[in-house]
């Protein structure tokens, strides 16, 4: 079966330090790879999706950035960390087609300080 | 006009009670339906998708009405465990993204 591994759970950073947050995607290949994030008490806003290594689309243009150096790796970053930038960030996979839902992680809940 | 669109409750309904959720869609070229479950500081969970000739699963009760633009969730039988944030989620027409509702909260009361 498929599981999707992302870390740490929680961080707390102070402005304008850098970000890493990591997701590894088990038991599938050539995984749709996304990261969304959620403010405190809001919707799913999508960040960044992922058809292939190397291949990131942006939705919003922001101090955020994305990588997928392998197959099941997802890798989101930032240079410096704004205090807008606190809120719940997911993972999630998904398989390619019309009617596959995704399957998310644990998150990583970010606080800014 | 928001892609997806729900109410936000909350709802407060006692333990057995019948409840349902509506959400409408602004994209008509929309072909995938789910329903997520998001319990509170807690990831989204796949709760249903949503076929179009209707689709039941245990308790749970999901419709599409396509010409309307408008899906819903039925809980029968509501339990203390059903109390979450029922988020509906509907595809852009791309197969790799989804939208997602900003949620309905559900608590269930003893």
């Known amino acids: 079966s498929q599981t999707i591994h992302q870390w740490p759970a929680t961080l707390v950073q102070p402005v304008g330090s850098p970000l890493s947050l990591e997701c590894t995607v088990e038991?599938?290949?050539?995984?749709?790879l996304y990261w969304y994030r959620q403010a405190a008490g809001r919707g799913l806003q999508l960040l960044f999706y992922?058809?292939?290594?190397?291949?990131i689309s942006s939705e919003v243009p922001q101090n955020l950035s994305a990588s997928r150096p392998q197959d099941r790796q997802f890798i989101l970053s930032s240079k410096k960390l704004l205090l807008s930038d606190s809120g719940f960030y997911l993972c999630?996979?998904?398989?390619?087609?019309?009617?596959?839902?995704?399957?998310f992680g644990d998150g990583t809940r970010l606080s800014i300080l | 006009r928001k892609e997806v669109e729900q109410d936000p409750g909350p709802f407060n309904v006692p333990e057995g009670a019948t409840v349902a959720f509506n959400c409408t869609y602004s994209?008509?070229?929309?072909?995938?339906f789910f329903w997520y479950r998001q319990d509170c500081r807690k990831e989204p969970k796949l709760l249903m998708s949503?076929?179009?000739s209707g689709n039941e699963d245990g308790r749970f009760t999901a419709q599409l009405n396509r010409a309307s633009q408008y899906i819903s969730l039925l809980i029968r039988d509501s339990k203390l465990s059903d109390s979450a944030t029922y988020l509906c989620v509907v595809n852009r027409g791309s197969a790799r993204q989804l939208t997602f509702g900003s949620g309905t909260q559900l608590t269930v009361l003893p």
């Open positions: 999630a996979w998904s398989v390619l087609g019309q009617t596959q839902p995704q399957h």
């Open positions: 992922s058809v292939g290594i190397g291949q």
């Open positions: 038991g599938t290949s050539n995984p749709n």
């Open positions: 949503v076929y179009s």
């Open positions: 994209n008509s070229a929309s072909q995938s």
